[in-house]
């Protein structure tokens, strides 16, 4: 063997030497692993993001596994623990730490925490998404809000697609859209029926319509009422109130029984719901949900408490009436008065005048709008004969709905 032979025998035994060394060494240190999985079942790794809707209460659940790589033993869970701080209520980017233990061993990751806003603003339509505006009167909109958890009031950004053509019947549609900061979008349409709204005293001349309605209830002879309705399969329309509370399920009863449940008011207090316009939609709001909640259905026919005509509101705010009635119409509701009185607002108690008055009044008119009080018993008593009367002499009840002509009063205040 020369020198030559010898140098390279060496080298080589110390090359194979180092590299057994440095094999055992990366043995020694890797022979286990810990894997990082999300929430959401994605596995992470050091210098993974995560993202995170802006608002959320906690951040993202990690957990770990801890396996034994010499072994074929399924990973073993590992305690896991997190480091650092990420401000959930605002976007941005922050990073933490988890770190997992097991038996002595642990591995530390570095996440970052990506807040973003994934939520799309709510738009609000005053008035619903289903409205009625009446023929060749100037389109104007009832309103709309935007509102974003993030960028909040977003209303003036919001933009109107579609026309009503105001001098043709028809459905149109509006398209309303608006998007926040982080380009989440939000649409939504409303539906505008145009048609003609006929007054009560000039449509079909001949015809004997007959609309009962009955205000100021439910209350304790509303369900008298009910079952003398139903005796005669007559349905009629409520103008509806809160004020005889624990009566609220009638309501329901009412609009079960195939009535029209409408909006009165709720507190029936003039020197409030009149001291100003958004004193009045507060109240009616609150009738409205009422209403809603007993029987699944939005209202949209609606009674000025005292008509649309009263004056006692003067004393409250001198030309509301004015406001109110062109502003309930802008919010699409359809308000009604009465041509027929019945007179038990104060005039009479007695149950054969009430039937008198109101006989007087059917053969005036070819469509009567009656108005009664099913809180006055009295008043309740008088129905019955009222309905025969109008069933023998050929009259036909029915009741309100969206598309009936309403009566309407001049306006005083
Ligand atoms: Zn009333």
Not at 64 to 91: C, F, I, P, Q, V
Not at 290 to 304: A, C, D, N, V, Y
Not at 324 to 350: F, I, K, M, P
Request: with cysteine.
């Amino acid at each position: 063997m020369n020198s030559k032979t010898k140098k390279v025998i060496i080298t080589s035994v110390i090359c194979v030497a180092l590299l057994a060394i440095i094999s055992i060494i990366i043995i020694h240190f890797s022979y286990y692993k810990f894997s990082f999985t999300a929430e959401d079942g994605t596995s992470i790794s050091n210098k993974s993001t995560l993202e995170v809707s802006v608002g959320t209460s906690q951040l993202p659940k990690v957990t770990a596994l801890y396996t034994d790589l010499r072994s074929n033993k399924n990973g073993a869970a590992a305690e896991t623990t997190m480091t650092g701080t990420a401000d959930l209520n605002h976007m941005g980017e922050y990073v933490v730490s988890y770190t997992a233990a097991y038996e002595g061993k642990t591995k530390t990751i570095d996440i970052t925490i990506k807040v973003v806003d994934k939520t799309a603003p709510t738009i609000t339509l005053k008035g619903g998404n289903e409205i009625t505006w009446p023929l060749d009167k100037d389109f104007a909109d009832p309103g709309y809000s935007a509102n974003d958890n993030v960028d909040g009031d977003l209303t003036s950004q919001i933009t109107v697609e579609g026309t009503v053509d105001v001098h043709k019947e028809g459905s149109y549609t509006l398209t309303y859209k608006v998007a926040d900061s982080s380009k989440n979008e939000t649409v939504v349409t409303r539906t505008v029926n145009v048609k003609k709204v006929e007054e009560a005293q000039t449509i079909n001349p001949g015809d004997k319509i007959v609309y009962l309605t009955f205000d100021d209830g439910p209350g304790p002879y509303t369900q008298k009422l009910l079952d003398i309705l139903d005796k005669y399969n007559v349905k009629v329309t409520f103008f509806t109130t809160d004020a005889y509370p624990g009566h609220e399920y009638l309501l329901a009863e009412e609009a079960k029984r195939g009535h029209t449940v409408a909006i009165h008011t709720y507190s029936h207090e003039y020197n409030e719901i009149y001291s100003s316009v958004d004193a009045y939609f507060a109240d009616l709001n609150k009738m409205k949900d009422l209403i809603k909640t007993q029987t699944g259905k939005e209202p949209k026919l609606m009674r000025f408490p005292g008509g649309s005509s009263n004056t006692v509101s003067k004393k409250y705010s001198p030309g509301i009436m004015t406001t109110l009635t062109q502003e309930v119409t802008n919010r699409g509701y359809l308000y009604d008065d009465w041509n027929v009185s019945s007179g038990d607002a104060g005039e009479t108690t007695s149950t054969e005048q009430v039937v008198a008055n109101v006989i007087t009044g059917l053969q005036k008119n070819n469509v009567s709008h009656v108005l009664q009080h099913d809180i006055k018993e009295f008043s309740v008593n008088a129905v019955e004969q009222i309905i025969q009367w109008g069933q023998a002499n050929g009259y036909k009840f029915l009741p309100l709905t969206e598309t009936s002509p309403m009566t309407h009063h001049g306006i005083l205040n």
